[in-house]
């Protein structure tokens, strides 16, 4: 994409800095971007592109020992060795100011080696590389637990050493490091695996001794033969690899694993290395990993994830196993990433229906479709945006009100892919060029769920947007919301009058639906009939009578209403008032024995007066069916994995309210640092932030004299009506959410 050209590359990554609020002196995203890059040209045999990535690299961070192994390497594959030898000269003072000299002295024979094979002295030098020259015949070769494809390799493999102090790798290094062997692997002297298996009582002398003549003869790994002798399992294998290295074993087919976590380092590199992280602790992370001296995943598991890196050691059986379970969509994403999109590819008019229809069962395709679908799910998002535009599609999220780029799969999948969506939701496939509106029910981990599909033909193709009903979350309580207990009292006593009206007022996306059914479920008795009229039906809610608004039969807000009142209902919900009509119904409905629930669009709880009145309710018949009126937002709550203290000032909190006479100077505030768990942004999950205006006598003088809201406002404020300001201060005080979120979502205006 940016290939060329310094500045596209370093803006966007400014941006991505401010977007993830990441310091701008630190380089971690330069790293890792440029290392992505490097990856990317030498995946598709770019090696000279490769190389001068590496080269950045070396510039962002001039003492990164795996920088300039790479490089070297690279410069040796690509047939330059004076280069390969030049950058590993580099590398020695970079352990030698670092005060690493036997760490120098390994780089150095290496760079010697390679130099002497310049100078055409290469064959004796080379010999001496094999490691077969053991010191003690009697005992087998340190191994890492994977064979390596040629001697070549393993030198090459297993020659980074260790490179900056880090906890972790430093506290296995013996203290007692024997002399290295010129341009031989850095292996440090470690019980023998042989006498370990045997310390475990998992081999016996017999079988070691076999095992090892088998050594002697083929050179195969020793740990391979006892294992290929059925001598031990994998797992002793691995436990035996961790003893000897230090690095406790893991089962991952047991162990906590967190998706999260494993999400937190690209698929194809934890393929490449076979590492796993899988657990995180505070700036600690838990990495699986299959080969003990695999130095470079290590380091490359630390500057992905910018966290310290604890090793544990498992089999490469169950790290594949644990990767296929937790990181699907990583891995489907990529192989769809790989599929070769040429010039002929056909335009979504050009593809036939009959392929089409044949496209959508495809396997790619279905589990495309349902991978998004599921992870969109357990991310707790509410929407799923699946957008066209000219190359390609983008699929994004809408987690806690904020969209979040998920991925974007290959063109060539574009048509297919919402096709496969239309047939779930039983859409018209061959109708593109119309919006249409349909649903999918799923059953995921036993919750049922629904979507609500619509799609919107745009320039370059079909829109698809799918709004997730989760039947579970119409089960939440009046008490989950958020409410300060004595608001939650007041709004139930208010709830179990026998008539009058309820009103909550916010902007879309305010939570006003949820709180309505938690109402609803709360004073639901079976001695009460209740009914609602909706437009959509968002959740069905267990004996209650939920009437769909559809304008294309005549069945409005107004006609629903009117035939509902000859329904001898007890408590009526009308999902929103918008005209004068309903609003009139509504009326009429509280005055005659009705509790009547509904929703108004306006900002604050004093405006709902206003707006009644200015929709042409008189005002005598405001002032005597409403009864309460509930102001809400929904914040976002402070992300629990990256919660951090902080000294805030105290203008921060002035700006939500002006009297704070009484708090401290210094104050503890709370704030996401930003995290995997909740994409950097410092947030995870929302809570309710409310006003509850209580109608009293003075409230209904006030708006019989249709009094402007500003009035209505202060005189319940001053009946002890907490504002939304001071619930959202409450809640920054409690740590629960940020001073710039109650602001962003007190603030915002209706749309
Ligand atoms: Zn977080």
Same mark, same amino acid.
Not at 220 to 235: D, F, N, P, W, Y
Not at 519 to 526: C, D, E, S, V, Y
């Given at each position: 994409?940016?290939?060329?050209?310094?500045?596209?590359?370093?803006? $966007?990554?400014?941006?991505?800095?401010?977007?993830?609020?990441?310091?701008?002196?630190?380089?971690?995203?330069?790293?890792?971007?440029?290392?992505?890059?490097?990856?990317?040209?030498?995946?598709?045999?770019?090696?000279?592109?490769?190389?001068?990535?590496?080269?950045?690299?070396?510039?962002?961070?001039?003492?990164?020992?795996?920088?300039?192994?790479?490089?070297?390497?690279?410069?040796?594959?690509?047939?330059?060795?004076?280069?390969?030898?030049?950058?590993?000269?580099?590398?020695?003072?970079?352990?030698?100011?670092?005060?690493?000299?036997?760490?120098?002295?390994?780089?150095?024979?290496?760079?010697?080696?390679?130099?002497?094979?310049?100078?055409?002295?290469?064959?004796?030098?080379?010999?001496?590389?094999?490691?077969?020259?053991?010191?003690?015949?009697?005992?087998?070769?340190?191994?890492?637990?994977?064979?390596?494809?040629?001697?070549?390799?393993?030198?090459?493999?297993?020659?980074?050493?260790?490179?900056?102090?880090?906890?972790?790798?430093?506290?296995?290094?013996?203290?007692?490091?024997?002399?290295?062997?010129?341009?031989?692997?850095?292996?440090?002297?470690?019980?023998?695996?042989?006498?370990?298996?045997?310390?475990?009582?998992?081999?016996?002398?017999?079988?070691?001794?076999?095992?090892?003549?088998?050594?002697?003869?083929?050179?195969?790994?020793?740990?391979?033969?006892?294992?290929?002798?059925?001598?031990?399992?994998?797992?002793?294998?691995? =436990?035996?690899?961790?003893?000897?290295?230090?690095?406790?074993?893991?089962?991952?087919?047991?162990?906590?694993?967190?998706?999260?976590?494993?999400?937190?380092?690209?698929?194809?590199?934890?393929?490449?290395?076979?590492?796993?992280?899988? $657990?995180?602790?505070?700036?600690?992370?838990?990495?699986?990993?299959?080969?003990?001296?695999?130095?470079?995943?290590?380091?490359?598991?630390?500057?992905? /994830?910018?966290?310290?890196?604890?090793?544990?050691?498992?089999?490469?059986?169950?790290?594949?196993?644990?990767?296929?379970?937790?990181?699907?969509?990583?891995?489907?994403?990529?192989?769809?990433?790989?599929?070769?999109?040429?010039? @002929?590819?056909?335009?979504?008019?050009?593809?036939?229906?009959?392929?089409?229809?044949?496209?959508?069962?495809?396997?790619?395709?279905?589990?495309?479709?349902?991978?998004?679908?599921?992870?969109?799910?357990?991310?707790?998002?509410?929407?799923?945006?699946?957008?066209?535009?000219?190359?390609?599609?983008?699929?994004?999220?809408?987690?806690?009100?904020?969209?979040?780029?998920?991925?974007?799969?290959?063109?060539?999948? =574009?048509? $297919?892919?919402?096709?496969?969506?239309?047939?779930?939701?039983?859409?018209?496939?061959?109708?593109?060029?119309?919006?249409?509106?349909?649903?999918?029910?799923?059953?995921?981990?036993?919750?049922?769920?629904?979507?609500?599909?619509?799609?919107?033909?745009?320039?370059?193709?079909?829109?698809?947007?799918?709004?997730?009903?989760?039947?579970?979350?119409?089960?939440?309580?009046?008490?989950?919301?958020?409410? $300060?207990?004595?608001?939650?009292?007041?709004?139930?006593?208010?709830?179990?009058?026998?008539?009058?009206?309820?009103?909550?007022?916010?902007?879309?996306?305010?939570?006003?639906? /949820?709180?309505?059914?938690?109402?609803?479920?709360?004073?639901?008795?079976?001695?009460?009939?209740?009914?609602?009229?909706?437009?959509?039906?968002?959740?069905?809610?267990?004996?209650?009578?939920?009437?769909?608004?559809?304008?294309?039969?005549?069945?409005?807000?107004?006609?629903?209403?009117?035939?509902?009142?000859?329904?001898?209902?007890?408590?009526?919900?009308?999902?929103?008032?918008?005209?004068? *009509?309903?609003?009139?119904?509504?009326?009429?409905?509280?005055?005659?024995?009705?509790?009547?629930?509904? /929703?108004?669009? /306006?900002?604050?709880?004093?405006?709902?007066?206003?707006?009644?009145?200015?929709?042409?309710?008189?005002?005598?018949?405001?002032?005597?069916?409403?009864?309460?009126?509930?102001?809400?937002?929904?914040?976002?709550?402070?992300?629990?994995?990256? =919660?951090?203290?902080?000294?805030?000032?105290?203008?921060?909190?002035?700006?939500?309210? @002006?009297?704070?006479?009484?708090?401290?100077?210094?104050?503890?505030?709370?704030?996401?640092?930003?995290? *995997?768990?909740?994409?950097?942004?410092?947030?995870?999950?929302?809570?309710?932030?409310?006003?509850?205006?209580?109608?009293?006598?003075?409230?209904?003088?006030?708006?019989?004299?249709?009094?402007?809201?500003?009035?209505?406002?202060?005189?319940?404020?001053?009946?002890?009506?907490?504002?939304?300001?001071?619930?959202?201060? @409450?809640?920054?005080?409690?740590?629960?959410?940020?001073?710039?979120?109650?602001?962003?979502?007190?603030?915002?205006?209706? *749309?």
């Amino acid at each position: 994409m940016l290939r060329d050209g310094r500045d596209p590359e370093d803006s $966007a990554i400014q941006t991505y800095k401010t977007l993830l609020r990441v310091p701008q002196d630190n380089r971690t995203l330069e790293c890792a971007w440029r290392y992505h890059q490097a990856m990317r040209h030498l995946r598709d045999g770019r090696v000279a592109d490769a190389i001068r990535d590496y080269k950045r690299l070396l510039d962002l961070d001039p003492d990164e020992p795996f920088v300039y192994l790479d490089l070297a390497e690279l410069y040796r594959q690509s047939g330059t060795p004076k280069e390969a030898a030049a950058v590993l000269r580099a590398l020695v003072a970079v352990y030698h100011r670092a005060g690493m000299p036997e760490a120098a002295s390994e780089v150095e024979a290496r760079a010697l080696s390679l130099e002497r094979r310049l100078d055409g002295a290469a064959r004796a030098s080379e010999d001496a590389q094999i490691p077969e020259a053991q010191p003690r015949p009697a005992s087998p070769p340190e191994e890492p637990a994977q064979a390596a494809d040629s001697p070549d390799a393993e030198t090459e493999r297993a020659a980074p050493p260790a490179p900056l102090p880090r906890p972790g790798i430093e506290s296995v290094r013996p203290q007692d490091r024997p002399p290295a062997r010129p341009g031989g692997p850095t292996l440090l002297r470690r019980e023998p695996l042989g006498r370990i298996l045997l310390q475990m009582g998992v081999i016996t002398e017999e079988q070691l001794e076999r095992a090892l003549e088998i050594h002697e003869r083929t050179r195969e790994k020793l740990g391979r033969i006892l294992v290929s002798m059925g001598a031990i399992t994998e797992q002793d294998l691995a =436990k035996a690899i961790g003893i000897q290295w230090n690095y406790p074993y893991v089962s991952l087919a047991s162990a906590e694993v967190d998706p999260e976590v494993v999400r937190m380092v690209p698929h194809h590199l934890c393929m490449r290395h076979k590492v796993l992280p899988y $657990a995180r602790n505070g700036s600690k992370l838990l990495v699986a990993i299959v080969d003990p001296l695999n130095l470079l995943a290590l380091d490359d598991v630390r500057l992905i /994830t910018g966290l310290d890196v604890e090793p544990r050691i498992t089999t490469e059986e169950e790290l594949l196993q644990a990767l296929q379970k937790y990181h699907q969509l990583g891995a489907l994403l990529e192989q769809t990433a790989h599929v070769e999109v040429g010039p @002929e590819v056909p335009t979504e008019e050009e593809v036939s229906l009959d392929r089409l229809r044949q496209m959508v069962d495809e396997a790619p395709v279905v589990k495309l479709v349902n991978l998004i679908l599921d992870q969109a799910i357990r991310e707790g998002a509410s929407d799923v945006h699946i957008e066209p535009h000219r190359h390609g599609i983008h699929v994004r999220y809408r987690i806690d009100g904020i969209l979040h780029d998920i991925l974007s799969p290959p063109k060539n999948l =574009k048509a $297919a892919l919402v096709s496969r969506i239309k047939i779930m939701a039983n859409l018209d496939i061959a109708e593109r060029r119309r919006p249409q509106d349909g649903r999918i029910h799923l059953r995921v981990d036993g919750r049922e769920i629904d979507l609500r599909v619509s799609t919107l033909p745009t320039l370059f193709g079909e829109k698809v947007v799918m709004r997730i009903l989760d039947q579970s979350s119409a089960l939440i309580q009046l008490g989950q919301l958020g409410m $300060a207990s004595g608001v939650q009292e007041t709004w139930e006593r208010l709830a179990s009058k026998p008539y009058g009206m309820l009103l909550i007022t916010g902007p879309t996306g305010s939570g006003k639906t /949820t709180t309505l059914y938690a109402t609803l479920t709360k004073i639901n008795t079976l001695e009460k009939n209740i009914v609602t009229i909706e437009d959509p039906v968002e959740y069905q809610l267990p004996r209650i009578n939920q009437v769909q608004v559809n304008p294309k039969v005549g069945l409005t807000f107004a006609t629903a209403l009117r035939s509902i009142l000859r329904q001898d209902p007890d408590i009526i919900m009308v999902g929103e008032i918008r005209d004068q *009509e309903t609003a009139e119904l509504a009326v009429q409905a509280a005055l005659t024995g009705h509790l009547v629930f509904s /929703t108004l669009h /306006t900002n604050d709880a004093a405006s709902a007066f206003t707006r009644l009145l200015d929709m042409g309710i008189e005002p005598y018949l405001v002032a005597s069916s409403v009864i309460g009126v509930m102001a809400q937002r929904l914040a976002r709550k402070i992300c629990p994995r990256c =919660k951090e203290p902080y000294q805030a000032p105290r203008e921060a909190l002035r700006r939500l309210s @002006e009297d704070l006479e009484e708090v401290d100077k210094e104050v503890v505030l709370f704030r996401g640092a930003g995290c *995997e768990a909740c994409r950097q942004t410092g947030y995870k999950g929302r809570i309710g932030i409310f006003e509850l205006l209580v109608v009293t006598d003075r409230i209904r003088s006030l708006v019989l004299a249709r009094a402007p809201a500003t009035e209505i406002r202060e005189a319940a404020r001053s009946e002890g009506m907490r504002t939304m300001r001071e619930d959202g201060l @409450e809640k920054v005080l409690e740590g629960l959410s940020t001073v710039e979120e109650v602001l962003r979502v007190v603030y915002s205006t209706e *749309e």
